[in-house]
């Protein structure tokens, strides 16, 4: 297109809409890519959050009637469904798309028509899920939004209890983004083996480019055997077949396995970028190198193999034999050990060091703590007949948000705060970003914290209401007021995003005096990213330009 | 604006990086044999399984004729391969077009062989596990056949329209990688459809 | 205080859970302690000072006697939670069978609970009913668990962890309450509209109240001429979906209800079993629970206290 041959970094705003708006539908550039992955990402948080809104609402007592159970499983479903694929996945993929070019010193991403067809396969996936909801009631279920859970367990998604479409809504949505996923992982892993400048071989790598490396290995290996899952349950509900049908021989645990071995890993795929962000904030504004680098990326592979050796830790209940049930308890707990290397070396990192407490170490250094406690909880699930009682109830709930929301989603708020400048040149208000943090933050343990104590006292998940007597309406009342506090916290952060990008304080090329190579650039990046291809000699390319006495390259 | 200047160090530096076609579709396979493992578990766990209807011994009969096309194919893509890297373009199109045949003669087996099942046995993917697994694998495996001699003959129609060149042949052998592919997933589904399970 | 806390158990099984757990939790306490103190520490030592003079702080890159103190030190603590778990494991799932053990078929339904004792000739539902186990001459009860449709999950914390209910595939849990009492638990595998109130109650009783509750059991009622209630019952075919022994009515579908005064709840303890609530059931089950399977029969008034009235004859 001619206009993108200038090089410029901004087109004059007069330019009219409609040509603007193609251009970003018709974009095939990596860093709008991304941008329009973490819109995308941010538009179905809000969504998302307001089905929890309205199941906290109708959970704040016992025997309460703001919504029916029909409408509540759709809820819980919708929740699920949405919170995984349509935030966390497409926060994930934005900020890989965005980032891994620039920090490998890369003009795009290696196939960037891929590109743009894996969003807008995610993009579509996304938008006929919630289609879902305008499909009517009718016969109840006859097209309607999905209401059997995220995993969608066999024999509740046959034809024969779920009558209507609104399991092919889940079925048909997620295969479309499933699409678009191993298409984005497929690009991620050829872009980072295929397109780093010279003399950045893999161990000079940023750790965040490593951890988005393993998890678009898992992506493959995992979100395929969901894809062929789904397809043995289109084939089940449209052509009569038995893959999942009971009655005639067919078997509801082997969905269970086909699902968890893409679900378990999938929760990687999650972690492992936001581990990424971590590596990335932690050292800079501790101002050391990270510690242990070397470890970290072994740590790394390790979670990503030993992690697809999990799954049934999810089906302990199902009546597998002692044996399974033991080898599942040991591989689970096996990866706790990587894991709490980590943690250590991001520490370790921190000591010694000068610790900034801007915006996005505060919420990095939430994330440590948080993420201390969700692995911990983990740990308490992987013992096998303490999950028989655990498994199934609010533990579990609390256990698996304390890492999406308390782990994950920290973090991206962490990334958020310190790539914008970068993203638009602009740094991201440093008030409303407190204000972000510490609302957000007494909301998110108001709510997770207590929501173990449920769980402890015998309260099962994915119930519209519950009997009064069994000590669990408290808990349940402070759980929901902590709702109010996290949607304060995101309409801070709404609006510093507005008010930023409208009237932020110019940043420069580099706010936080960070040495990646991202950071050499202008902010935003010129469409090209790199005039010169850069050629690196160590792990902190900038280090060594602003320390030319004492290079790293000395000492890795 | 520009880049940092960042500093070169002493000598030249030697850097080969993977090609992109390869390693992507390396990627591609590594995740298509993900979906056809999971395929491939669900038949072999529901083996002997069927409540009713008929069983493979009953009625599969191994096709090793179409087989063999099938894996012949292999053999004339990897020459086609060869002629074009030396330049030879009309020796390359025999051989690929030889392909095309030899995966189109194999497509025709398995439609022959699912007509007798269907209309003789009485065996569709409705009547038991055995069908219901049966189909999808080996149709799975079918529809990447088709859609790899939809490749083969868009290149082939390439050729006619004289845009063809020697130059292509990396992306061809990209091409060809995936195909091989599919024959390697042909020897699998093979074994444990025609030998294993019966 | 919670009748539902995995902290108060009392059968075998909730009690080894318990014992393996408060281990679990002492050492993830433990770990917690530890290194919360240690973050906590490097967070307010090390934060830059007011007047700091921007020099950067020495750059370490690593050590490899720490990184090994910390994986070996973790990997000893997986290993003796993984042995505590494997012993565990073992007990529960391969218990010995005392030739005092009761056997029960638990059928899950869509949204309710069907009991079956094959020994004692005995269909109940919703309400299971075992005798105490004393340590000494154990008395346990072994569950088999079935589904007539979607997945099910048994949970009652006090007695036992949950074992799922899955379609063709049937499961095993058991229990020995050491002491008498009502135990409450719940569906715990999500099964449809109605999973919130597929509620569970099992009276553990004395041996002597249980073998009463048993003969009651066992015995068809008998009746001398047809109350309009039970022609009404008959001729509405809800004996195609109900039970009650001594009649026509043979249906599997619904519970079998030859026995239905001798239950606190109805509807899987949806509603408690007094007149009112069960006339509101047959009438309109939509207002008690609904999404249930149970259809609103559409009987004038007269003919649902009629029903109702025979039904409050079937002790």
Redesign the interface.
Known sequence: MSSNTIALTELPASRPLALRLHEWVTTVDHKRLGILYILFALVFLAVGGVEATIMRLQLIGPHKDLVSPEVFNRMFTMHGTTMIFFVAMPLVFGFANYLVPLMIGARDMAFPRLNAFSFWMSALGGIFLYFSFLGGDGLYGAGSAPDVGWFAYAPLTSKTFSLGHSTDYWTLSLLSSGIGSIGTAINIITTILCLRCPGMTLGKMPLLVWLNLVMAALVILAVSPLSAAQIMLLIDRYLGAHFFDTQAGGSAVVWMHFFWIFGHPEVYVLVLPAFGFASEIIPVFSRKAMFGYPVMVLATIAIGFIGMSVWAHHMFTVGMSAGANTFFVLSTMAIAVPTGIKIFNWMATMWGGKIRFDVPMMFCVAFLFQFLVAGLTGVTLAVAPFDWQLGNSYYVVAHFHYVIVGGILFTAFGAFYYWFPKVYGKMLNETLGILHFWLFFIGFHLTFDFMHIPGLLGMPRRIYTYEPGRGWDTWNLIVTVGVAFQAAGILFFACNLIWSYLRGKTSGNDPWDAWTLEWSISSPPPVYNYAVVPVVRSRRPLWDLKHPEDPDWRYE | ?????????EGS?N?R????GR??MW??I???A??F???VV?YI??IG???TGPQPKDVLHPPIFYTVCLLASSLTIHIALRRITLGKMWAFARWWLLTILLGGIFLFGTAREWNQLIFRQGL???T??F???YY?LVG?HAFHVTMGLLALLTVSIFYFTTRLRREHAERLEVLSMYWHFVDVVWVVVFTVVYVIGV | MTPTNIFAPASTPADSIFGLSIFVLLNVAAIFIVVFALLAYVVVRFRSKRNDDRKEPAQIYGSTQVELAWTVIPVLIVLALFLASARVIASIQNPPRPPGALEVIVTGHQYWWEYRYPSLNIVSANELHVPVSDPAHPTPTFLTLLSADTLHSFWVPRLAGKTDLIPNHPNHMWIDPHEPGLFLGQCAQYCGTQHAKMLLRVYVQPRDEFDRWVREQQQTPQSAALSPGQRTFESMACGNCHTISGTPARGRFGPDLTHIMSRDTIAAGAAPNTPQKLRLWIKNPDAVKPGSKMPAMGLPDQDVDAVAAYLETLR
Request: aromatic share 10%; proline share 7%; charged share 5%.
């Open positions: 604006m520009s880049a940092v200047p960042i500093g070169l160090p530096l850097w990086l993977p090609s992109k390693v992507g990627c591609l590594a995740a298509e993900a979906i493992t999971i395929f669900a766990f529901y399984k069927s409540i569709t993917i409705s038991n596990l069908g219901t697994t999808s799975l």
